[in-house]
């Protein structure tokens, strides 16, 4: 069974530092792996996905991760915080081709002017 | 496109009572999920239907839960009777292929 692993439930960092949301899977073949963004009373919003190709992965909002093997790592990254930031992310993996995500615990970013 | 569209956004409701959650996938999209979002057990799906037909209810906790898709432009998601601890919010989500998209969120409060 895979299990999706976000290390910190909350991280604040000050507005035009790096931000560095950590994320770890366990998966017996190289899984599809996603980062979510969700605003305070809405939805989630797919940010960036990792589907087997290049193992860096550019999104929405200058957002950026890197998938790697030997870490069993997709560490979300960017490199100047900014307020509208602010905000839950998830990380999730699914098989390739099922349809099943499975979600990490999600991880509370707090940007500070 | 609007997107994934869910009604009622808000709904409370007392202990016992029918709950009805209502979701309209984007266009286009074979495949919708119900999800369940509380902050001790964070994401959870309750169920999968694939060109309407349910495919994994393995996640729906109890009878009291029941899901239908009669056709694809329409999903309701039914909690009868209530408890005090369904109160979460629900997401519906489609999708057409890997990525899934989500809606609003109902939040519902059993009281």
């Known amino acids: 069974a895979q299990s999706v692993t976000q290390l910190g439930s909350h991280v604040s960092v000050s507005e035009g530092a790096l931000v560095l949301l950590r994320c770890n899977y366990s998966?017996?073949?190289?899984?599809?792996l996603f980062w979510y963004v969700q605003y305070p009373n809405q939805g989630l919003q797919l940010l960036l996905k990792?589907?087997?190709?290049?193992?860096l992965v550019k999104g929405i909002n200058g957002f950026e991760a890197e998938f790697k093997k030997s870490e069993t790592s997709f560490h979300l990254t960017k490199p100047s915080a900014h307020m509208s930031d602010a905000a839950e992310y998830f990380c999730?993996?699914?098989?390739?081709?099922?349809?099943?995500?499975?979600f990490g615990k999600g991880t509370k970013l707090s940007v500070i002017p | 496109d609007a997107g994934v569209i869910q009604s009622p956004r808000h709904e409370v409701t007392e202990m016992g009572q029918e709950v009805t959650l209502r979701c309209k996938p984007i266009?286009?999209?074979?495949?919708l999920f119900w999800y369940r979002q509380t902050m001790m057990r964070g994401l959870e799906l309750l169920i999968y239907?694939?060109?309407?037909?349910?495919?994994?209810d393995s996640g729906m906790p109890e009878d009291r839960f029941s899901a239908k898709m009669p056709n694809a432009s329409f999903s309701t998601l039914k909690i009868q009777p209530s408890e005090p601890r369904d109160s979460a919010v629900y997401f519906c989500?489609?999708?057409?292929?890997?990525?899934?998209?989500f809606g609003p969120g109902t939040r519902l409060t059993v009281t």
């Open positions: 999730a993996s699914s098989g390739a081709g099922s349809y099943q995500l499975t």
């Open positions: 239907f694939n060109n309407n037909v349910p495919i994994d």
């Open positions: 998966s017996s073949v190289p899984p599809y």
């Open positions: 266009s286009g999209h074979n495949s």
């Open positions: 990792y589907t087997s190709a290049a193992t």
């Open positions: 989500a489609s999708s057409q292929g890997d990525e899934q998209y």
